[in-house]
Protein backbone atom coordinates (compact mmCIF):
# COMPACT_ATOMS: atom_id res chain seq x y z
CA UNK A 1 0.00 0.00 0.00
CA UNK A 2 1.44 3.70 -0.73
CA UNK A 3 2.56 5.18 2.44
CA UNK A 4 0.05 7.92 1.56
CA UNK A 5 -3.02 5.50 2.05
CA UNK A 6 -0.84 4.18 5.11
CA UNK A 7 -0.91 7.25 6.89
CA UNK A 8 -4.26 8.31 5.77
CA UNK A 9 -6.41 5.43 6.77
CA UNK A 10 -4.40 5.56 9.80
CA UNK A 11 -5.48 9.24 10.22
CA UNK A 12 -8.93 8.34 9.39
CA UNK A 13 -9.48 5.34 12.11
CA UNK A 14 -9.43 7.98 14.87
CA UNK A 15 -10.51 11.58 13.30
CA UNK A 16 -13.30 10.50 10.93
CA UNK A 17 -15.68 13.26 11.26
CA UNK A 18 -19.09 11.37 12.80
CA UNK A 19 -21.83 12.19 10.17
CA UNK A 20 -25.61 10.97 10.02
CA UNK A 21 -24.79 8.95 6.81
CA UNK A 22 -21.76 7.44 7.74
CA UNK A 23 -20.80 3.59 9.41
CA UNK A 24 -17.33 3.27 10.96
CA UNK A 25 -15.70 0.04 11.41
CA UNK A 26 -16.69 -3.30 10.26
CA UNK A 27 -20.13 -1.78 10.04
CA UNK A 28 -21.66 -2.16 6.70
CA UNK A 29 -22.76 1.00 4.60
CA UNK A 30 -26.57 1.10 3.57
CA UNK A 31 -26.08 1.86 -0.14
CA UNK A 32 -29.35 4.03 0.01
CA UNK A 33 -27.86 6.39 2.65
CA UNK A 34 -24.72 6.54 0.74
CA UNK A 35 -26.34 7.21 -2.25
CA UNK A 36 -29.19 9.79 -0.92
CA UNK A 37 -26.18 11.34 0.40
CA UNK A 38 -23.86 11.57 -2.29
CA UNK A 39 -26.41 13.25 -4.20
CA UNK A 40 -27.12 15.53 -1.70
CA UNK A 41 -23.57 16.59 -1.21
CA UNK A 42 -23.04 17.62 -5.24
CA UNK A 43 -22.43 21.10 -4.33
CA UNK A 44 -23.80 21.49 -1.02
CA UNK A 45 -22.20 21.68 2.29
CA UNK A 46 -22.38 18.61 5.16
CA UNK A 47 -24.20 21.11 7.16
CA UNK A 48 -26.80 22.15 4.87
CA UNK A 49 -27.17 18.61 3.68
CA UNK A 50 -27.32 17.44 7.44
CA UNK A 51 -31.26 18.21 8.39
CA UNK A 52 -32.15 17.62 4.15
CA UNK A 53 -30.73 14.03 5.13
CA UNK A 54 -32.34 13.44 8.50
CA UNK A 55 -35.86 14.25 7.09
CA UNK A 56 -35.26 11.74 4.15
CA UNK A 57 -34.23 9.01 5.48
CA UNK A 58 -37.13 9.46 8.21
CA UNK A 59 -39.98 9.98 5.78
CA UNK A 60 -38.31 7.00 3.47
CA UNK A 61 -36.12 4.97 5.10
CA UNK A 62 -35.18 2.95 2.15
CA UNK A 63 -35.12 2.80 -1.60
CA UNK A 64 -38.67 0.87 -2.19
CA UNK A 65 -40.08 3.59 0.22
CA UNK A 66 -38.81 6.74 -1.96
CA UNK A 67 -39.43 5.09 -4.90
CA UNK A 68 -43.46 4.84 -3.98
CA UNK A 69 -43.38 8.46 -2.83
CA UNK A 70 -45.13 11.20 -5.22
CA UNK A 71 -42.74 13.20 -6.74
CA UNK A 72 -44.14 16.83 -6.05
CA UNK A 73 -43.89 15.40 -2.26
CA UNK A 74 -40.49 14.37 -2.78
CA UNK A 75 -39.62 17.97 -4.75
CA UNK A 76 -41.48 19.87 -1.47
CA UNK A 77 -39.27 18.19 0.69
CA UNK A 78 -35.78 18.89 -0.92
CA UNK A 79 -37.13 22.98 -1.51
CA UNK A 80 -34.25 24.93 -0.22
CA UNK A 81 -31.53 22.25 -1.35
CA UNK A 82 -31.27 23.92 -4.33
CA UNK A 83 -30.19 22.34 -7.94
CA UNK A 84 -33.29 20.57 -8.11
CA UNK A 85 -32.79 18.64 -11.52
CA UNK A 86 -31.02 16.40 -8.28
CA UNK A 87 -34.08 15.94 -6.74
CA UNK A 88 -36.04 14.67 -10.34
CA UNK A 89 -33.38 12.33 -10.79
CA UNK A 90 -33.51 11.26 -7.19
CA UNK A 91 -37.40 10.33 -8.08
CA UNK A 92 -36.46 8.39 -11.56
CA UNK A 93 -33.50 6.59 -9.96
CA UNK A 94 -35.09 5.15 -7.19
CA UNK A 95 -38.10 3.82 -8.88
CA UNK A 96 -35.39 1.92 -11.26
CA UNK A 97 -33.21 0.94 -8.69
CA UNK A 98 -36.40 -0.87 -6.96
CA UNK A 99 -37.19 -2.48 -10.22
CA UNK A 100 -33.79 -3.74 -9.95
CA UNK A 101 -34.37 -5.07 -6.72
CA UNK A 102 -31.33 -2.93 -5.62
CA UNK A 103 -28.62 -1.09 -6.28
CA UNK A 104 -25.86 -2.24 -8.69
CA UNK A 105 -22.69 -3.06 -7.08
CA UNK A 106 -20.13 -1.47 -9.82
CA UNK A 107 -18.85 1.92 -10.85
CA UNK A 108 -20.01 1.00 -14.29
CA UNK A 109 -23.46 -0.19 -14.06
CA UNK A 110 -24.21 2.73 -10.79
CA UNK A 111 -22.74 5.33 -14.03
CA UNK A 112 -25.39 4.32 -16.19
CA UNK A 113 -28.54 5.56 -13.58
CA UNK A 114 -30.22 8.56 -13.55
CA UNK A 115 -28.10 11.44 -11.88
CA UNK A 116 -24.99 9.81 -10.95
CA UNK A 117 -21.45 10.94 -12.64
CA UNK A 118 -18.19 10.05 -12.67
CA UNK A 119 -17.59 10.74 -9.36
CA UNK A 120 -21.09 9.95 -7.42
CA UNK A 121 -20.93 6.38 -9.24
CA UNK A 122 -17.06 5.83 -7.60
CA UNK A 123 -17.84 7.15 -4.04
CA UNK A 124 -20.78 4.84 -3.71
CA UNK A 125 -18.98 1.87 -5.58
CA UNK A 126 -16.21 2.51 -2.87
CA UNK A 127 -18.33 3.44 0.33
CA UNK A 128 -20.74 1.41 0.04
CA UNK A 129 -19.56 -1.88 -1.58
CA UNK A 130 -15.87 -1.86 -1.08
CA UNK A 131 -14.92 -1.65 -4.71
CA UNK A 132 -11.50 0.09 -5.56
CA UNK A 133 -12.49 3.08 -7.23
CA UNK A 134 -10.68 6.54 -7.82
CA UNK A 135 -13.17 9.14 -5.82
CA UNK A 136 -12.16 12.28 -6.58
CA UNK A 137 -14.28 15.65 -5.51
CA UNK A 138 -13.22 19.32 -5.19
CA UNK A 139 -11.75 18.91 -1.74
CA UNK A 140 -9.94 15.74 -3.02
CA UNK A 141 -8.68 17.53 -6.32
CA UNK A 142 -7.42 20.54 -3.55
CA UNK A 143 -5.31 17.84 -1.53
CA UNK A 144 -3.78 16.37 -4.21
CA UNK A 145 -3.09 19.15 -5.77
CA UNK A 146 -1.09 19.92 -3.07
CA UNK A 147 0.42 16.98 -2.13
CA UNK A 148 1.80 16.47 -5.66
CA UNK A 149 2.39 20.18 -5.93
CA UNK A 150 0.35 20.10 -9.10
CA UNK A 151 0.92 23.76 -11.09
CA UNK A 152 -1.16 23.26 -14.20
CA UNK A 153 -4.17 25.01 -13.63
CA UNK A 154 -7.80 23.39 -13.00
CA UNK A 155 -9.60 22.62 -15.22
CA UNK A 156 -6.62 21.06 -17.40
CA UNK A 157 -4.96 19.49 -14.55
CA UNK A 158 -7.60 17.27 -14.21
CA UNK A 159 -6.16 14.54 -15.97
CA UNK A 160 -3.23 14.25 -13.96
CA UNK A 161 -5.04 15.07 -10.48
CA UNK A 162 -7.10 11.75 -11.04
CA UNK A 163 -4.09 9.98 -12.02
CA UNK A 164 -2.11 10.83 -8.78
CA UNK A 165 -5.62 10.07 -7.11
CA UNK A 166 -5.63 6.71 -8.39
CA UNK A 167 -1.67 6.22 -7.84
CA UNK A 168 -2.33 6.27 -4.02
CA UNK A 169 -5.68 4.92 -4.49
CA UNK A 170 -5.61 1.35 -1.82
CA UNK A 171 -6.89 -2.08 -2.93
CA UNK A 172 -8.02 -2.80 0.77
CA UNK A 173 -10.40 -0.07 1.98
CA UNK A 174 -11.19 1.94 -0.72
CA UNK A 175 -14.20 3.51 0.90
CA UNK A 176 -12.39 4.39 4.03
CA UNK A 177 -9.59 5.59 1.89
CA UNK A 178 -11.49 8.04 -0.21
CA UNK A 179 -13.89 9.41 2.73
CA UNK A 180 -10.16 10.09 4.86
CA UNK A 181 -9.50 12.13 1.48
CA UNK A 182 -13.04 13.88 1.58
CA UNK A 183 -12.83 14.26 5.76
CA UNK A 184 -8.70 16.09 5.48
CA UNK A 185 -9.61 18.10 2.20
CA UNK A 186 -13.21 19.46 4.43
CA UNK A 187 -11.41 20.12 7.89
CA UNK A 188 -7.46 20.36 7.50
CA UNK A 189 -6.47 21.05 3.77
CA UNK A 190 -8.92 23.39 3.67
CA UNK A 191 -9.52 25.76 0.30
CA UNK A 192 -8.55 28.87 2.81
CA UNK A 193 -6.34 27.28 4.67
CA UNK A 194 -3.81 24.49 5.12
CA UNK A 195 -2.99 23.45 8.57
CA UNK A 196 -0.11 20.85 8.15
CA UNK A 197 1.33 20.65 11.51
CA UNK A 198 -2.02 18.19 12.03
CA UNK A 199 -1.63 17.21 8.73
CA UNK A 200 -1.18 12.56 8.77
CA UNK A 201 0.85 13.28 5.21
CA UNK A 202 2.68 16.40 5.81
CA UNK A 203 6.26 14.40 5.71
CA UNK A 204 5.40 13.79 2.06
CA UNK A 205 3.63 16.87 0.79
CA UNK A 206 5.82 18.34 -2.24
CA UNK A 207 3.12 21.46 -1.86
CA UNK A 208 4.22 22.20 2.22
CA UNK A 209 7.54 21.38 1.04
CA UNK A 210 7.63 23.90 -1.47
CA UNK A 211 6.66 26.90 1.53
CA UNK A 212 3.17 27.82 -0.28
CA UNK A 213 0.70 25.52 -0.27
CA UNK A 214 -1.85 27.86 -0.51
CA UNK A 215 -1.84 29.01 -3.73
CA UNK A 216 -2.69 25.61 -4.99
CA UNK A 217 -4.65 23.82 -6.79
CA UNK A 218 -3.70 27.19 -9.31
CA UNK A 219 -7.58 27.75 -11.30
CA UNK A 220 -7.98 29.58 -14.98
CA UNK A 221 -9.64 32.60 -14.33
CA UNK A 222 -13.51 32.08 -14.30
CA UNK A 223 -15.55 34.29 -16.70
CA UNK A 224 -18.14 36.51 -15.43
CA UNK A 225 -21.91 34.35 -15.32
CA UNK A 226 -24.28 36.31 -17.49
CA UNK A 227 -27.06 38.25 -15.77
CA UNK A 228 -30.63 38.03 -16.18
CA UNK A 229 -33.91 39.89 -14.66
CA UNK A 230 -36.77 39.06 -14.17
CA UNK A 231 -40.49 39.37 -12.22
CA UNK A 232 -42.34 37.32 -9.93
CA UNK A 233 -45.77 38.46 -8.89
CA UNK A 234 -47.28 38.22 -5.66
CA UNK A 235 -51.28 38.15 -5.71
CA UNK A 236 -52.88 38.24 -2.54
CA UNK A 237 -57.03 37.16 -1.59
CA UNK A 238 -58.44 36.57 1.86
CA UNK A 239 -54.76 35.74 3.76
CA UNK A 240 -53.78 33.07 0.36
CA UNK A 241 -51.25 33.99 -2.09
CA UNK A 242 -51.52 32.42 -5.55
CA UNK A 243 -49.31 29.88 -6.13
CA UNK A 244 -48.49 27.72 -9.58
CA UNK A 245 -46.96 24.71 -10.81
CA UNK A 246 -44.00 25.15 -12.87
CA UNK A 247 -43.78 22.95 -16.30
CA UNK A 248 -42.31 20.09 -15.18
CA UNK A 249 -39.23 20.72 -17.69
CA UNK A 250 -37.31 23.65 -17.55
CA UNK A 251 -36.06 25.46 -14.63
CA UNK A 252 -37.82 24.73 -11.26
CA UNK A 253 -39.91 22.18 -12.96
CA UNK A 254 -42.64 20.86 -11.29
CA UNK A 255 -41.98 22.77 -8.37
CA UNK A 256 -44.93 25.25 -6.62
CA UNK A 257 -43.84 29.07 -7.58
CA UNK A 258 -45.06 32.72 -7.56
CA UNK A 259 -46.10 33.54 -10.86
CA UNK A 260 -43.72 35.02 -13.49
CA UNK A 261 -42.73 36.74 -16.29
CA UNK A 262 -41.08 34.08 -17.90
CA UNK A 263 -37.50 35.11 -17.20
CA UNK A 264 -36.47 30.98 -16.84
CA UNK A 265 -37.21 30.48 -21.01
CA UNK A 266 -35.94 33.78 -22.27
CA UNK A 267 -32.63 36.06 -20.84
CA UNK A 268 -34.87 38.47 -19.47
CA UNK A 269 -38.62 38.43 -18.70
CA UNK A 270 -41.04 39.54 -21.36
CA UNK A 271 -43.26 41.85 -18.29
CA UNK A 272 -45.99 40.62 -19.16
CA UNK A 273 -48.04 40.88 -16.25
CA UNK A 274 -50.97 38.65 -15.12
CA UNK A 275 -53.45 40.81 -14.15
CA UNK A 276 -54.29 44.08 -15.10
CA UNK A 277 -54.53 47.15 -12.92
CA UNK A 278 -52.32 48.47 -10.61
CA UNK A 279 -49.28 46.93 -8.89
CA UNK A 280 -46.46 47.96 -6.64
CA UNK A 281 -42.84 47.40 -6.45
CA UNK A 282 -42.37 44.48 -3.80
CA UNK A 283 -38.00 44.93 -4.09
CA UNK A 284 -35.83 42.56 -5.46
CA UNK A 285 -34.33 39.22 -4.91
CA UNK A 286 -30.98 38.48 -6.22
CA UNK A 287 -30.12 34.78 -6.61
CA UNK A 288 -27.16 33.11 -8.41
CA UNK A 289 -27.57 29.99 -10.46
CA UNK A 290 -25.39 27.55 -12.02
CA UNK A 291 -25.23 29.13 -15.44
CA UNK A 292 -26.72 32.73 -14.40
CA UNK A 293 -27.46 35.68 -11.85
CA UNK A 294 -30.53 36.57 -11.99
CA UNK A 295 -32.19 39.71 -10.46
CA UNK A 296 -36.13 39.03 -9.69
CA UNK A 297 -38.05 42.05 -9.05
CA UNK A 298 -41.30 41.27 -7.00
CA UNK A 299 -44.62 43.14 -8.06
CA UNK A 300 -47.22 43.44 -5.80
CA UNK A 301 -50.66 43.37 -6.68
CA UNK A 302 -52.38 46.28 -5.27
CA UNK A 303 -55.88 46.06 -7.43
CA UNK A 304 -59.24 44.95 -5.70
CA UNK A 305 -59.54 42.38 -8.39
CA UNK A 306 -57.77 39.23 -7.56
CA UNK A 307 -59.41 36.54 -8.70
CA UNK A 308 -58.11 32.89 -10.33
CA UNK A 309 -55.68 33.07 -13.12
CA UNK A 310 -54.49 29.94 -15.47
CA UNK A 311 -53.43 26.69 -13.73
CA UNK A 312 -52.53 27.65 -10.02
CA UNK A 313 -53.90 27.61 -6.57
CA UNK A 314 -54.55 30.08 -3.44
CA UNK A 315 -52.19 29.10 -0.86
CA UNK A 316 -52.56 29.95 2.86
CA UNK A 317 -50.33 32.47 4.19
CA UNK A 318 -49.41 30.77 7.39
CA UNK A 319 -48.72 27.40 5.56
CA UNK A 320 -46.49 29.25 2.92
CA UNK A 321 -43.83 26.19 4.66
CA UNK A 322 -45.36 23.46 3.05
CA UNK A 323 -45.43 25.00 -0.11
CA UNK A 324 -41.95 24.01 -1.04
CA UNK A 325 -41.13 27.01 -2.72
CA UNK A 326 -37.93 26.57 -4.07
CA UNK A 327 -35.43 28.99 -2.52
CA UNK A 328 -35.42 31.91 -5.39
CA UNK A 329 -38.98 32.03 -4.70
CA UNK A 330 -39.11 31.61 -0.67
CA UNK A 331 -37.12 34.72 -0.55
CA UNK A 332 -39.52 36.66 -3.01
CA UNK A 333 -42.40 35.42 -0.40
CA UNK A 334 -40.15 36.37 2.64
CA UNK A 335 -39.71 40.05 1.22
CA UNK A 336 -42.75 40.64 0.35
CA UNK A 337 -44.25 39.50 4.33
CA UNK A 338 -41.62 41.21 5.95
CA UNK A 339 -42.36 44.50 4.54
CA UNK A 340 -46.26 44.15 4.47
S1 LIG B 1 0.73 19.00 4.37
FE1 LIG B 1 -0.48 20.85 4.26
S2 LIG B 1 -0.75 21.29 2.09
FE2 LIG B 1 -0.02 19.20 2.27
S3 LIG B 1 -1.86 17.97 2.19
FE3 LIG B 1 -1.39 18.34 4.34
S4 LIG B 1 -2.52 20.21 4.92
FE4 LIG B 1 -2.50 20.06 2.68
Same mark, same amino acid.
Given at each position: ??????????????????????????????????????????????????????????????????? !??????I?????????????????????????????????????Q???????????????????????????????????????????????????Q????????????????????????????????????????????????????????A??????????????????????????????????????????????????????P???????????????????????????D????????????????????????????? !???????
Amino acid at each position: MDRAAILLLDWYDSHARDLPWRVKGSAKADPYRVWLSEVMLQQTTTSAVAPYFAKFVDKWPNVNALA !QAREEDILAAWAGLGYYSRARNLVKCARQVAEMGGFPDTEEELRQLPGLGDYTAAAIAAIAFGKRAVVVDANVERVVARLFAVEEPLPASRKLIRAQADAITPQERAGDFAQAMMDLGATICTARDARCLLCPVQELCQGRASGDPLRLPRKAAKKAKPRRSGTAFWIEKDQHVWLVTRPGKGMLGGMRALPDDGWSARADGDGEVPLPGAWKAGGVVRHSFTHFDLELGVAVYAGDSAHDLFEGEWWPLDRLEDAGLPTLFAKAA !QLVLARS
